[in-house]
């Protein structure tokens, strides 16, 4: 995974120069988590490369989260400390509650499809989302609302307080080749803020 890990970050330092004033998400695991190889690993890259962390986010999913331990804390800071932004991946799909936005180090929580899907007709989805969207605006967390498929599912994520939003209501995802050119054509984010 360590090797995988690494072709996949200088993979996207080589493809970011296409998407200008974009970022690129990389989802990082548990096990590349639990050595010092991944932060010495992505600052060698990004020196090597001249990219900067802030083009980049680290994905971690809840999994990850419920299992950190002091030393993957201490990495996800170190990642943090290079300039990256955490993502917190999927969440409400396992055992990850609320406290762990206030100790973790994360700066964005992306919530699980199966709530934005029941948005409409489930009032625990509702109240869950729009708690989720308080805590986070209160601690500076973006939230971002995954899988938004229709117009309907937008309105209502953006009314329970998501900040952003990922779905093939927004686009499918494509090769880079197309993708660069749909970002060159449009110089509006693909994952719109509110």
Known sequence: IDMIGEWVFKRACADIGQFPGRRISINVSGEQLKRDEIVTMCDR??????????????????????????????????????GFDIALDDFGTGHCGFNYLKTLPIDCVKIDRSYIRSLAHDQVAQIF??????????QDITIVAEGVETSEEFTLARAAGCSRFQGYF?????PRDKTSALCAADKQSLALSA
């Not at 999913?61 to 290079?82: F, H, K, N, Q």
């Not at 989302?129 to 209160?138: G, K, Y």
């Open 45 to 82: 890259i990004l020196r090597e490369t001249g990219r900067s962390a802030s083009e980049f986010i680290i994905e971690i999913t809840e999994t990850v989260a419920t299992a950190a331990t002091p030393e993957i804390l201490r990495r996800l800071e170190a990642l943090r400390g290079l």
């Open 129 to 138: 989302v729009s708690a989720l969207a308080q805590i986070a605006r209160i």
């Open 170 to 174: 927004f686009g499918k995802p494509a």
